[in-house]
């Protein structure tokens, strides 16, 4: 069936057994235009960046991704156990993680290609982190297998592997108790708050993406999935809540554009850049969190739970590209870096970063159309980030 016939295919519910065998075509909506925006910002010194959330609030596109990994993994395999039973679940639940491992594994080897093709292993080594593949081969791959080590923008792959390796015990702990499991991840969390509880990582430091720390809003949406919608509804649709959320994000975009514009820095006191700062993206500070909960609890209330209506061309677009996602971070992790190396030896003028905007997420959306056609065709399963 074509997007632009069956709309949303179903509408979430809360309820995993009523679900999984839909898809609600505003997740893969929400991915889709994420990862436009991901590659928009990580093209360097991209003007067009201004366009994306990153500017204007805490959070960025990177919540977005955990919190709907999470939320898709519990209606894929929470949904599907009751009919496949344990062995089937955990086993399409690991396959997933080996999936994502590979993909990571591939992704390397095509960037440290590219980039040696680029420069010959000389330029563009310590912007991309890839000198080590050049330098130490042997310790790099070791460590690139363990989940150790990983290039520029590759980082939160790393995290979705282990989130995803680690799902079927989450499975297990939400179908005993979802509020103790809720409970547990977020004393997780407060671990990395409180005591920078981290996963180290190669050759010294920490994984970007601390996994004790975004695991939370991992099964939170999972959690959601599961028993929050049901048991959230009435609070969800408070009025006083979402005056609440929208007046943090009111607060979150003065803070963003404290930050580019010193003339508005002044007038926040002291105390409150004592409260918030620092807000470390790696450990999903708490100001991160609420800023993603806020704008996810506006978005929901103002989109539609059920929607029938042809999908125009654009959205279309965005959508295939959120049904292939990891494909295609893939491919506009690869797109990025050849940006870049335009706007460094042609030209860096503004006409040049819209060029390589549009053009990036043309590539981006052929080549998820051809994987969806693909896919289609050889009528797999649902990909899920």
């Known amino acids: 069936m074509d997007v632009n016939d069956r709309g949303l295919v179903c509408a979430t519910t809360g309820a995993v057994d ?7 075509l505003r997740l893969d909506a ?9 590659f928009v910002d990580h093209v360097p010194d991209n003007s067009l960046s201004w366009l994306t959330p990153r500017n204007y609030g805490f959070s960025d596109t990177s919540e977005v991704f955990v919190f709907i990994s999470g939320y898709t993994c519990m209606l894929a395999y929470g949904g599907a156990l009751a009919a496949q039973g344990w062995a089937t679940t955990v086993v399409r639940a690991l396959r997933r993680a080996w999936e994502i491992y590979a993909a990571f594994l591939v992704l390397l080897l095509a960037y440290a290609a590219l980039v040696w093709v680029v420069g010959n ?22 460590h690139v297998a363990l989940l150790q080590f990983a290039p520029v923008n ?10 995803h390796i680690c799902f079927p015990v989450v499975l297990w702990m939400m179908m005993t108790s979802p509020t103790f499991t809720l409970v547990i991840s977020f004393l997780l969390y407060m671990m990395v708050q409180l005591f920078s509880w981290q996963v180290p990582a190669w050759p010294s430091g920490e994984l970007y993406f601390n996994p004790f720390a975004w695991q939370f809003l991992f099964v939170i949406g999972a959690w959601y ?18 005056i609440v959320a929208l007046a943090y994000l009111a607060f979150s975009l003065f803070m963003a554009l404290s930050w580019e514009f010193k003339s508005l820095e002044a007038l926040i006191p002291s105390a409150v850049t004592g409260l918030i700062y620092p807000i470390y993206k790696s450990h999903l500070a708490p100001v991160r969190l609420l800023h993603f909960l806020s704008l996810a609890l506006v ?5 539609p739970p059920q929607w029938n209506g042809p999908a125009r061309p654009l959205m279309t677009a965005i959508i295939r590209c959120g049904e292939n996602s990891l494909s295609i971070y893939c491919i506009g992790v690869l797109l990025a870096f050849i940006g870049q190396v335009v706007l460094t030896d042609v030209s860096s003028g503004f006409a040049m970063q819209l060029l390589i905007s549009i053009a990036g997420i043309a590539v981006m ?4 159309t051809l994987l969806t056609w693909e896919t289609q065709l050889d009528r797999r399963g649902p990909r899920l980030f």
């Open 154 to 163: 590759t980082d939160i792959l790393l995290t979705f592997a282990i989130l």
């Open 30 to 38: 929400c991915r889709g235009l994420a990862l436009w925006f991901i």
């Open 365 to 368: 959306v052929i080549a998820a």
């Open 225 to 242: 999935v599961y028993v929050g919608s049901a048991s959230l509804r009435p609070i969800l649709k408070s009025r006083t809540l979402l």
């Open 18 to 24: 009523a679900a999984r065998d839909c898809r609600d």
């Open 299 to 303: 978005v929901s209330r103002l989109t």
């Open 121 to 142: 292993g000389e330029r563009f080594v310590d912007e991309t982190n890839t000198g080590f593949f050049f330098r130490d081969p042997g310790p790099t791959l070791v």
